[in-house]
C-alpha cells in the first residue's frame, strides 16, 4: 500500500516488507509503535522527561562542544498471567565545560600560593602599586 507524497515519490507505509511484524494480513499480528507504549507509560511523563533531558543534552553539547549520552533503559518484570510490570530508568550524561586551571606554590605546611614562598618579594609599597594601577588605567 502506497500513496504519493508532495515529491512525487511513492510514500512507505508502516505495513511494508521494511517491517515484517507488521502486515494487512489477518494472520500476520500488528505490532504497536514504539513511541506510542513510551507516550503512554507513566500518563506522559515518560516522553515528556526524554524530551526535557535531550533539549537540556543538546544545549550542552552546543555549549561545550564535546559530546553527551541519553539511555533509556526499559525493564519489564512479570505481573501475573499475560502482563508485565515496565519500568524504565533515565540517564542523562551531559558534558561539562572544561574550567580553566591555576597555577599555585606550595609551601613547606602544603598550603596553596599564588606567589613562590621561597622567593622573596620586592619591597614595593602598596601606595606605589596602587599609584602605578591608576597611571595605567
Same mark, same amino acid.
Given at each position: 500500500?502506497?500513496?504519493?507524497?508532495?515529491? +512525487?515519490? *511513492?510514500?512507505?507505509?508502516?505495513? &511494508?516488507?521494511?517491517?515484517?511484524?507488521?502486515?494487512?494480513?489477518?494472520?500476520?499480528?500488528q505490532r504497536r509503535p %514504539?513511541?506510542?507504549?513510551? &507516550?503512554?507509560?507513566?500518563?506522559?511523563?515518560?516522553?515528556? $522527561?526524554? +524530551?526535557?533531558? #535531550?533539549?537540556?543534552?543538546?544545549a550542552a553539547v552546543v555549549?561545550?562542544?564535546?559530546? @553527551?549520552? #541519553?539511555?533509556?533503559?526499559?525493564?519489564?518484570? *512479570?505481573? +501475573? &498471567?499475560?502482563?508485565?510490570?515496565?519500568?524504565?530508568?533515565?540517564?542523562?550524561?551531559? *558534558?561539562?565545560?572544561?574550567?580553566? $586551571?591555576? %597555577? %599555585?606554590?606550595?609551601?613547606?605546611? @602544603?598550603?596553596?600560593?599564588?606567589?613562590?614562598?621561597?622567593?622573596?618579594?620586592? *619591597?614595593?609599597?602598596a601606595d606605589d602599586l596602587?599609584?602605578?594601577?591608576?597611571?595605567?588605567?
Amino acid at each position: 500500500m502506497t500513496r504519493p507524497t508532495d515529491l +512525487g515519490h *511513492p510514500a512507505r507505509t508502516h505495513n &511494508q516488507k521494511e517491517h515484517p511484524a507488521m502486515s494487512d494480513t489477518p494472520d500476520t499480528p500488528q505490532r504497536r509503535p %514504539f513511541a506510542a507504549v513510551l &507516550q503512554e507509560h507513566r500518563r506522559g511523563g515518560l516522553a515528556v $522527561e526524554l +524530551g526535557d533531558k #535531550l533539549a537540556e543534552l543538546a544545549a550542552a553539547v552546543v555549549e561545550t562542544n564535546k559530546k @553527551g549520552t #541519553l539511555t533509556l533503559q526499559l525493564t519489564l518484570a *512479570p505481573n +501475573g &498471567q499475560g502482563s508485565v510490570k515496565l519500568g524504565d530508568r533515565v540517564v542523562l550524561k551531559a *558534558p561539562s565545560p572544561t574550567m580553566p $586551571e591555576a %597555577f %599555585f606554590y606550595v609551601d613547606e605546611h @602544603g598550603n596553596l600560593n599564588r606567589n613562590d614562598p621561597r622567593q622573596p618579594r620586592l *619591597p614595593i609599597a602598596a601606595d606605589d602599586l596602587d599609584a602605578r594601577r591608576g597611571a595605567s588605567a
